[in-house]
Nanobody, 122 residues
């Protein structure tokens, strides 16, 4: 199993980034997928999730600014991040969640990527 994130970097406040996560080694199309992040010096926090049918959920802190999507033909999940703020600075991880799991319970997560750094700063 592999989850490989890409697309992180340095961006100014108000800017945009698009993260990608390429998956392999498991049945991606039906797997709930999640993005989580870890700000510097803080714990892991959930950001957004998407089910195999495309239905989505978002943390209050990113709703209206971030969009999660997936392309099952490419085994890839995306996170479009707009109107970025300094407090969005974090390492972002994609993960596959067990079918009966909760977005908010990281013990329910089956597989994790290695993470990609997003820094929002002038």
């Amino acid at each position: 199993v592999q989850l490989v994130e890409s697309g992180g970097g340095l961006v100014q406040p108000g800017g945009s980034l698009r993260l990608s996560c390429a998956a392999s080694g498991f049945t991606f199309s039906s797997s709930p997928m999640s993005w989580a992040r870890q700000p510097p010096g803080k714990g892991l926090e959930w950001v957004a999730g998407i089910y195999g049918d495309g239905s989505t959920n978002y943390a209050d802190s990113v709703r209206g600014r971030f969009t999660i999507s997936r392309d099952n033909a490419k085994n890839t999940v995306y996170l479009q991040m707009d109107i970025l703020r300094p407090e969005d600075t974090a390492v972002y991880f994609c993960a596959a969640v067990s079918y009966s799991g909760s977005w908010y319970v990281f013990d329910d997560y089956d597989y994790w990527g290695q993470g990609t750094q997003v820094t929002v700063s002038l």
